[in-house]
């Protein structure tokens, strides 16, 4: 099925401005929930109201398109080569609880399960990120015009020591995958001597999506977590790639990521890319099943 992408792009903006009044008018309220793993896996009303607007919308306009999204998700849910939308309606719920203004709307579309467009819109910053598959990503916001993404000149990395690395915590806190990641968190801090990488600064933010665009923008170099699913990453993965970003997969040798996987790494444009990708994997403790 041939699919017009810019047509879609062009759609999801709109539906994003009105998921963004709805976020920014609500109050945070706790949605009764049982399939929620613990107490620091939040959501809340307004979560599954804006993506009932979303789904219902994007099922008017393409009615043959798959949708999958993070409140409506059950267990064994495959993500299938059809055109699928995949959509995250408040990523970073927690800080939306909270009103930690970094949350987004995430709207992405993949075909044959590869991201091709992305749309992020952060209602209390305004900003908007949109990538389209070969047609470069962008962003939009008080204070710039659409501008190509990076946003930054493009420096080269040499060594991981100079980089900013986000990680996320996610709302897992017990079992193998919590270990790896905090004892990666550990190894990335230490000083060469003890081990470590010693980078210059490690950001835990509260949103996978706003992560990805960062490091798209280059103000992150590196963004690295493991237990994300296919909404938190769709439309940021697009975004980043376009901005010349490289997105890798949950194991030393999976370069190719495969969007329901759950674990990824990104690291910014600029020469250097593949050393610090190697460097990271030092850094990663443990094994991740
Ligand atoms: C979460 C956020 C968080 C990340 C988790 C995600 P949500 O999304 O992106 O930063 O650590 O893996 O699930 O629950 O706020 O939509």
């Known amino acids: 099925m041939a699919v017009d992408l810019q047509g879609v792009h062009d759609f999801l903006i709109e539906i994003a401005h009105k998921a963004g009044d709805m976020i920014i008018n609500a109050k945070p309220v706790a949605a009764g929930s049982g399939t929620k793993k613990n107490s620091a896996d939040l959501v809340s009303e307004t979560d599954q109201a804006v993506?009932?607007?979303v789904s219902t919308s994007l099922k008017e306009k393409y009615p043959d398109f798959d949708f999958m999204g993070e409140e409506?998700?059950?267990?064994?849910?495959?993500?299938?080569?059809?055109?699928?939308?995949i959509v995250d309606p408040i990523d970073g719920t927690t800080n939306f609880f909270h009103g930690h203004p970094y949350l987004c709307v995430s709207l992405g579309l993949a075909v044959e399960q590869?991201?091709?467009?992305?749309?992020?819109?952060?209602?209390?910053?305004?900003?908007?990120y949109t990538g389209i598959k070969g047609k470069g990503s962008f962003l939009t916001d008080p204070f710039h015009e659409k501008v190509r993404l990076p946003l930054r000149e493009v420096e080269p990395m040499h060594d991981l020591s100079t980089c900013v690395v986000a990680v996320e915590w996610g709302a897992e806190r017990e079992g193998n995958d919590y270990d790896v990641k905090t004892n990666t968190f550990r190894k990335l801090c230490l000083t060469k001597e003890q081990g470590g990488a010693m980078v210059?600064?490690?950001r835990s933010l509260g949103s996978a999506e706003l992560n990805l665009c960062s490091v798209a923008a280059g103000t992150l170099d590196v963004y690295w977590e493991s237990g994300c699913y296919a909404w938190d990453v769709c439309a940021g993965w697009v975004i980043l790639e376009e901005a010349g970003g490289k997105m890798v997969g949950c194991h030393q040798d999976d370069w190719e990521p495969r969007v329901e996987q759950r674990r990824y790494m990104a690291v910014r444009a600029g020469e250097g890319q593949k050393g610090i990708i190697e460097e990271m994997w030092k850094c990663v403790q443990g094994k991740i099943e």
Do not use: Q, R
Request: charged residues 25%; positive net charge.
């Open 200 to 202: 210059h600064g490690i």
């Open 51 to 53: 993506e009932k607007m």
């Open 72 to 85: 409506t998700y059950k267990e064994g849910d495959k993500i299938t080569d059809s055109p699928t939308f």
């Open 114 to 128: 590869k991201p091709v467009v992305g749309v992020i819109y952060n209602p209390f910053t305004k900003s908007l």
